[in-house]
């Protein structure tokens, strides 16, 4: 089982959707949470960080914890084509090397206008 | 604007030479980290360093080395290009502690023939 693990996608939303992404991780302890965009040619962007349960929004994006459930998510509110992408979800583990993120493979976007 | 600057954006070697990536931040981030990204395989933590003159493997350490002499510059080494290091590498520097993302740079696709 891999240790971030995320829908490959692609998935596809028309234009004013709300696109939905999903990540699950298998450290328990597992304390901060992150999703990256990243654009073709280009390289990972912060887009959103998240620590406690519940909901966390900005603007369009809405992040979601769930650490019983070991779920993290990415609410996309009125998807637009500029937010066509893949979508890193990222995991700091609970001890150790604390700033040492792991990857999921990513989920590729399409906003079809 | 806070940056990450790699010192290449392309770079074509021969198989055997010694390649060296630059990494610069100006942020005064703690820690750093080297990845590779190859399509299918994610991304994958080569080295990173939590400060000045340290270092510690990641997942894929073979075939490479790194350098962090300064805190603001951490280098990359490929002691002997092989074709099967042909890959966008990226690097990316943040903040000590488990509550911070990465701020990553444009990337250095390395192309070794």
């Known amino acids: 089982q891999k240790e971030v693990e995320q829908n490959s996608g692609p998935l596809s939303v028309p234009e004013g959707a709300i696109a939905s992404l999903n990540c699950t991780y298998s450290?328990?302890?597992?304390?901060?949470f992150f999703w990256y965009r990243q654009y073709s040619g280009k390289s990972p962007e912060l887009i959103m960080s998240?620590?406690?349960?519940g909901d966390k929004e900005d603007g369009r994006f809405t992040a979601q914890l769930n650490k019983a459930s070991q779920y993290v998510s990415l609410l996309i509110r009125d998807s637009q084509p500029s937010d066509s992408a893949t979508y890193l979800c990222?995991?700091?583990?609970?001890?150790?090397?604390?700033?040492?993120?792991?990857f999921g493979d990513g989920t590729t976007l399409t906003v079809k206008p | 604007d806070v940056k990450v600057t790699q010192s290449s954006r392309y770079l074509v070697k021969r198989t055997g030479e010694k390649v060296f990536l630059e990494c610069v931040q100006d942020?005064?981030?703690?820690?750093m980290f080297w990845y590779r990204q190859d399509p299918g395989l994610g991304l994958r933590l080569i080295y990173f360093?939590?400060?000045?003159?340290?270092?510690e493997k990641g997942d894929i350490p073979e075939g490479y080395s790194v350098s962090r002499e300064k805190k603001e510059r951490f280098s990359l080494i490929l002691e002997s290009a092989s074709t099967n290091q042909t890959s966008m590498y990226l690097c990316?520097?943040?903040?000590?502690?488990?509550?911070?993302?990465?701020?990553f740079g444009s990337g250095t696709r390395l192309t070794v023939v």
């Open positions: 990316a520097s943040s903040m000590s502690g488990p509550v911070h993302g990465y701020t």
């Open positions: 450290d328990r302890g597992s304390q901060s």
């Open positions: 998240i620590y406690s349960n």
């Open positions: 990222a995991v700091n583990p609970p001890r150790g090397n604390a700033g040492k993120s792991t």
């Open positions: 942020m005064d981030h703690e820690n």
């Open positions: 360093s939590y400060d000045v003159k340290m270092k």
